[in-house]
C-alpha cells in the first residue's frame, strides 16, 4: 500500500492508503473504471464508503502527473476521518472521526443487541 493526497472541497486534507499499482502511467478512463469502495473501509457502523464518495483523479502536481483521491463534497470532516489509514494533513486536524459519537453509537448497538439477545 501507497498514500496519496485526499482533496475535499479543493484543498489537500490529507493522505489515503491505495495499492501501489495506482499510479501514472494510467488514465483518466483507467482511474474511472476503479470504484473505491473496492479498497476503503470505515471504520464505524454509521459511516460506510459509498461509491462515488471518494473517486480517484490524475491531477498535475508538483510538476508531475499523480494520482489523487477527491472526497465528495456531500460527505462531511467525520465521514472522512473515518476513513481506515486517512491521515489529516498540518492544520486540518478538525477533518476526523468525532470518538465521543462513534462511542455513544457504539454503545446504542450494543444496548439494541443486548436488548434482542435478552427477549429472545
Avoid at 94 to 111: I, K, P
Amino acid at each position: 500500500m501507497r498514500r496519496i493526497p485526499l482533496f475535499w472541497h479543493d484543498d489537500e486534507v490529507g493522505t489515503i492508503e491505495v495499492p501501489d499499482s495506482f499510479r501514472p502511467p494510467v488514465t483518466q478512463a483507467e482511474l474511472d473504471a476503479i470504484p473505491c469502495i473496492l479498497f476503503l473501509r470505515s471504520c464505524s457502523w454509521i459511516y460506510q464508503v459509498r461509491p462515488g464518495d471518494v473517486v480517484l483523479e490524475l491531477r498535475q502536481l508538483d510538476g508531475r502527473d499523480r494520482v489523487v483521491a477527491v472526497a465528495s463534497r456531500q460527505i462531511g470532516p467525520g465521514d472522512i476521518g473515518c476513513i481506515l489509514g486517512f491521515e489529516a494533513a498540518p492544520g486540518h486536524e478538525h477533518v476526523r472521526a468525532d470518538r465521543g459519537m462513534l462511542d455513544l453509537a457504539d454503545q446504542v448497538l450494543n444496548d439494541f443487541i443486548g436488548r434482542r439477545s435478552d427477549a429472545v
